[in-house]
Structure formats: structure tokens, C-alpha cells
């Protein structure tokens, strides 16, 4: 009998540990009102107002990767870093986050959802204990926050750094946090006073906090963020929050928002060609500059830009107006224009920069790097040589791929150097309103294993853009098994030579040639 009691007490001590696992560590935030908002910030945190919220509980630390595997019973494989169950979980979708309440929900009797726009500034801010501080428990980002500069390329496990007045870790830095809310510019003109739960509807959901990959980008307190609800982002995860007055019964604590599904149109997108394997693409709502900072190239093996347009792309003249991202594969000695760069970037202040390290390694030699350094997203290759990452509505995977050979003779040893050697070079998978784009760099027709690693053939991809050498056999034969594409761009065409390179595949329709610089060609699809 003794047995029996022994074996029904413990099976309840284990129901009792399992039950407490599931519920999260939560701190009471005493509710009242506060000034929402700043006016030095965007536009979109003005202007200032005053905003009531009840109190509420709200995690002391992000939802962690630990947690997400209990509730979800699913391993943590998808997230990009991994071997970390204390890190917050991170490539996680807004509707992701929505199943694993409900099934918190349903294993814990209770109420969790995701923290307001208004509650996640306010419980950020300190609440009642509020000192004013810049930042999430400090004025000093760095004892407070993981992000770009202390957190190498990593997020970290959640509680590290100082807490703020109400005893809340990491709600500046490690990761974004989604919030309930949809995202609107202008929701602060119309916002309620009392306990506000956003716009009715929306393509874009709120993110807060900035995360270990910012160095700037939404770490303020006020400072708002969107994310489209439907990506998975490496540097956003998640922080639960209950109503205080929750007993556990179903109700509705929050006004029904309304999902709006993007209606099947066509779809429009422009390529326009500005020399070497340079190209503007241009989409509804986003504008992408691809390898066109170059600058000027010894000798006549490709079109290049010329003064003209890269006066055009420094002053961010139309086309290159209003630039969403720049990608540079890589940098060569003779054809890397560092100072261009620079000054593209002065004259463009809301357009971010994607690069290799070894880019931003000369760009830091460059006068004026201290200005724009904020924006500048610089990917280790050895560290990381694929790297998930999303920003301005732009879904993007960087990966190293071997560069290129270019064989000439040491003019002191009289020997066959590669001069390439050591470059670094990134290829880019960009998905933006719709469509997806693969950009090679300067990638070697010798690096299938690259090609087969990354399974870009499991990616429809509208538009692929490779080096002429690829129209050589092991290089269409790496296109035919590993790309998926319903056009082909060719790179790198010697001047006066399209003509030729379209006789040569007049028989493969998917393949583009661009025969002047500054040359459009629109593509419509459902």
C-alpha cells in the first residue's frame, strides 16, 4: 500500500513540476498613465501623448527557446541559433507566436497573449518606477542590452544584462519583441487615451526593443519597429503578458483585429542594368541596389557605370532615389570605390548597406565612415557562412560562395598568380513584395558543393543573376541542378557584346541580356 501512495505522490509532484514549467516567470506592472512617444524621434513616435493602461503582467525574460520546444514539442532545428534553450527563441512569425499562446492557453487554464504597443513601451519604460531612462533600465545601452558591438553574432541567454526598475531583463536588445498591435505611421494622431490596442487592421504588426544585430535600429524605448506577420526573422522572438485582472476564465481582453490577406494581383517588378553586375531593382514598395558601388574598372572585360551614373547614384537621384538596401558581394583593389560608398550613404540617409566584412574593413579607412556606420549590416563568412536576416520589409539569406578566378602574370616573379584569391564574396537570396531574387556576386563556376548545400532549388526564384562563365558547361549544369528560375540575368557582358550572347541562346527564353547601361526591363506575374 505504502508502494501504491509512494508512486501516486510522486506522479503528482511530477504533474505539479511539469504544470509549473508551463507557466512563465511574470512580473506585475501597476498600471496608470504615461506620455507615449517622443518627439525627437520618426515621425511615426509622434506626436507625444498620453496614454492609460491598467496593470497587467507582463515576462520577466523573452520566451525562451526551452519554453517554445515544451509547449510547441517541437526540437529548435529552425531557429538559426541553436544549441542555446536559455537564448529567447527567435525565427518565429507573429502567427507562429499566436499557436503557442493557444496552446499555452490551453495547458495553463489562463489568458497569456502578447503585450500591447502601449504596455510594452510602458513596462519597458519602467512604469510607475520609471527614471526616464533612454533606454530599458539605464542610460547606458551596454549594461542593459545585447546588441551590436558587445553580442559578437549572436543573441544570448535571456537575464545577462541589467534589469529595469520593475526587475524586466533584455527589453533593449537580444531580440525584437512582436507586440499585438498593427503597425500604422500615423496611429499616434488617432490613438485612444485609455488602454490603446492599435489599428483595426494592417499588412505590418508592431516590433519593439531592437535586438543583438542592431547597433541603433529600434533600441530606444520609443523607437517603433513593423514586421510583415507572415516572415521569420532571425533577431525577433517574443514576450508573454496577461491581463492582471485574468482569472482564467475565456474572455476577450483585446479588441478582435482583422488579418488582411494580401488580394491576388498582378505583381511588377523592373531590373535596370548600371554596369558590371550592378543592378536597380525595383518593386511596388521596395527599391534594392545590387553591386552598384563599384566605381570605375581598369581595362574593357565589362560595361561600367561611368561618372554619370554613379553622380546618380551618390546624390540618390531618380532611379536611385529613396534606396531600401545596397548588397556588395564583394571588393576588389581595382574596382572597389570605397569613398563612393561613403558618400552614397551620407547623401542617403535612410538606405542600410550589406557587405562582407572585408568591405567594411576598407570602408572604416574611409573618411566619414563614422557617420554611417549605424547602417552598415557587415556578414563574418567564416563565422556565419549562411545568415538569415530581414530589415524594411526585405527577407534575406547571405551566403559565401567561392569567388571567382582571375589568372594574370607577377610582373617581379613572372609566375601565374590569381589575383582573386582571398576574396570574399556573398551571394544573396532576397525575397521583397512577392518576388525573389538570386544574386551570385563574382561566384566560381567550381563551387557546385556550395550551390547543393544551400538548396536554392527547393526556392522558386523569379529572378537569378550570374556571371557570363556560367554559360560555360559545369556552369549551366550547376543552373540546370540547383536553380529554379524563370529568368536568368547575365553579368559581366563586355561591351558590344550582347548581341552576340543573345545568339548564342536564342534557343533558352529564360535567359536575360541587357545590351546598354541604364537599360530597363519590367516583369509582371500573378
Known sequence: ???????????????????????????????????????????????????????????????????????????????????CGNCPVERVTWYNVMEFISKLNQLTGLNYRLPTEAEWEYAAGGGSLSKGFKYSGSNHIDVVAWKDGNAG???????????????IFDMTGNVFEWCSDWYSPDWYQISEKENPTGPEEGRFRVMRGGSWFHDHTGLRINEREKGNPEFRYGYVGFRLCRSASD?????????????????????????????NEGFLIETVNRKILVDGLFGGIKGRWCDQPGDSISMMMINGTAPFDNIDIVFVSHRHSDHFNAAMTINFLKNNAKTFLVCPDQVNDLLKLTEGYPDVYGRIIHINSVEHPVFYFSMNGINIKAMKFRHGSWIETDTV???????????????????????????????????????????????EIDFAFFDRVFLRPEGMKIIEQNIRADHIVLMHIEPGKSDYYKSILKDYPEFLIFSKLMEKKEINKK
Request: glycine fraction near 8%.
Open 153 to 167: 553574432t549572436s543573441i544570448h541567454p535571456v537575464g545577462k544584462k541589467k534589469p529595469n526598475e520593475l526587475g
Open 413 to 459: 616573379t613572372g609566375k601565374q598568380v590569381d589575383i582573386h584569391e582571398g576574396v570574399e564574396n556573398l551571394g544573396y537570396l532576397i525575397e521583397a513584395d512577392g518576388f525573389t531574387f538570386f544574386h551570385s556576386g563574382d561566384c566560381s563556376t567550381t563551387d557546385k558543393p556550395a550551390f547543393e548545400t544551400y538548396k536554392l532549388s527547393a526556392k
Open 1 to 83: 500500500m505504502k508502494f501504491f501512495i509512494t508512486i501516486l505522490i510522486l506522479s503528482c509532484l511530477s504533474f505539479f513540476v511539469k504544470a509549473q514549467e508551463m507557466h512563465p516567470e511574470m512580473v506585475f506592472v501597476r498600471g496608470g498613465k504615461f506620455k507615449m512617444g517622443s518627439n525627437l524621434g520618426a515621425k511615426d513616435e509622434q506626436p507625444v501623448h498620453e496614454v492609460l493602461v491598467d496593470d497587467f503582467y507582463i515576462g520577466k525574460f523573452e520566451v525562451t527557446q526551452d519554453q517554445w520546444k515544451r509547449i510547441m514539442d517541437q526540437d529548435t532545428s529552425k531557429r538559426y541559433f541553436k544549441n
Open 247 to 275: 482569472t482564467g476564465t475565456t474572455r476577450k481582453t483585446m479588441k478582435e483585429t482583422k488579418v488582411v490577406l494580401p488580394v491576388e494581383t498582378e505583381k511588377s517588378c523592373q531590373l535596370t542594368y548600371t554596369g
